[in-house]
């Protein structure tokens, strides 16, 4: 979660988000545990490490009696983190990312691959992937060979005057700010749409999403070059309607 000004951004989605994970897991949050309890605890905590004018939020959730697998089991805690952020995250990113795929293992697309959850191998297997290979970011493709999403980005593309990106089913995890763009207001056609590899290469703009750093465009994957028009339209939106 990304917190400015005292206040959590797009508080309802990430909400919405736990409490269906929690509701998938058949964990069982107190009875106290709110939307403005939780809300109040991360500004409460942000205040205490004077990090409330603009500060990134983790909320992690898990099972008590030690990850006993079991039925009794099913009594959730959670603990929360706040790291201060820099201005720079409100900003369209000057130079676009390299980005390219990541080989070595492919994302299952089935219920639980929405979660965003700690079994997060893959994803930081395709991140040291990024490094060695001098890449800004990796994407992982699903079982069939396509798109799911990227390290701790969901991945858009335009084609002509549509915005795809990949279903829910095809494997990616249900971000925030994905989920807030699809329902944006706007006249740019934003959809579900499978994304295969041969659809990245003839795409006229490529941007990956996230909560912290909302849009950031794509300049290259492979050899494949792309602006960024749809993608600047899109973040200066996000900006209005959210800050």
Same mark, same amino acid.
């Given at each position: 979660m990304k917190v400015y000004q005292g206040r959590v951004l797009l508080e309802e989605l990430h909400f919405e988000r736990l409490m269906a994970s929690v509701?998938?897991?058949?964990?069982?949050?107190?009875?106290?545990?709110?939307?403005?309890?939780?809300? =109040?605890?991360?500004?409460?905590?942000?205040?205490?490490?004077?990090?409330?004018?603009?500060?990134?939020?983790?909320?992690?959730?898990?099972? %008590?009696?030690?990850?006993?697998?079991?039925?009794?089991?099913?009594?959730?805690?959670?603990?929360?983190?706040?790291?201060?952020?820099?201005?720079?995250?409100?900003?369209?990113?000057?130079?676009?990312? =390299?980005?390219?795929?990541?080989?070595e293992s492919r994302k299952t697309c089935e219920k639980l691959s929405t979660i965003k959850s700690a079994n997060c191998l893959p994803y930081i297997m $395709?991140?040291?992937? $990024?490094?060695?290979?001098?890449?800004? =970011? $990796?994407?992982?493709?699903?079982?069939?060979?396509?798109?799911?999403?990227?390290?701790?980005?969901?991945?858009?593309?335009?084609?002509?005057?549509?915005?795809?990106?990949?279903? /829910?089913?095809?494997?990616?995890?249900?971000?925030?700010?994905?989920?807030?763009?699809?329902?944006?207001?706007?006249?740019?056609?934003?959809?579900?749409?499978?994304? %295969?590899?041969? =659809?990245?290469?003839n795409a006229d703009e490529i941007f990956l999403t996230n909560t912290i750093y909302g849009i950031r465009w794509v300049e290259r994957f492979r050899d494949?070059?792309?602006?960024?028009?749809? $993608?600047?339209?899109?973040?200066? /939106?996000?900006?209005?309607?959210?800050?």
């Amino acid at each position: 979660m990304k917190v400015y000004q005292g206040r959590v951004l797009l508080e309802e989605l990430h909400f919405e988000r736990l409490m269906a994970s929690v509701h998938l897991l058949h964990l069982e949050m107190p009875i106290h545990f709110t939307r403005d309890y939780l809300m =109040d605890l991360v500004t409460q905590l942000c205040v205490k490490n004077k990090v409330e004018t603009l500060a990134r939020v983790r909320l992690s959730v898990f099972r %008590t009696e030690g990850g006993l697998y079991t039925p009794e089991n099913n009594t959730a805690e959670f603990l929360i983190q706040c790291w201060e952020l820099h201005k720079q995250v409100f900003e369209l990113n000057e130079t676009g990312l =390299d980005i390219d795929i990541y080989p070595e293992s492919r994302k299952t697309c089935e219920k639980l691959s929405t979660i965003k959850s700690a079994n997060c191998l893959p994803y930081i297997m $395709a991140g040291m992937y $990024a490094r060695e290979h001098e890449l800004n =970011d $990796a994407l992982l493709l699903n079982t069939h060979g396509r798109v799911a999403d990227a390290t701790s980005s969901n991945v858009f593309i335009v084609r002509g005057n549509q915005v795809w990106t990949p279903p /829910l089913g095809e494997g990616c995890v249900c971000g925030v700010m994905r989920k807030y763009l699809l329902a944006l207001d706007t006249t740019l056609h934003l959809m579900e749409h499978p994304i %295969t590899v041969s =659809d990245l290469e003839n795409a006229d703009e490529i941007f990956l999403t996230n909560t912290i750093y909302g849009i950031r465009w794509v300049e290259r994957f492979r050899d494949n070059s792309y602006g960024n028009a749809t $993608a600047t339209i899109l973040h200066d /939106l996000l900006q209005e309607a959210v800050l």
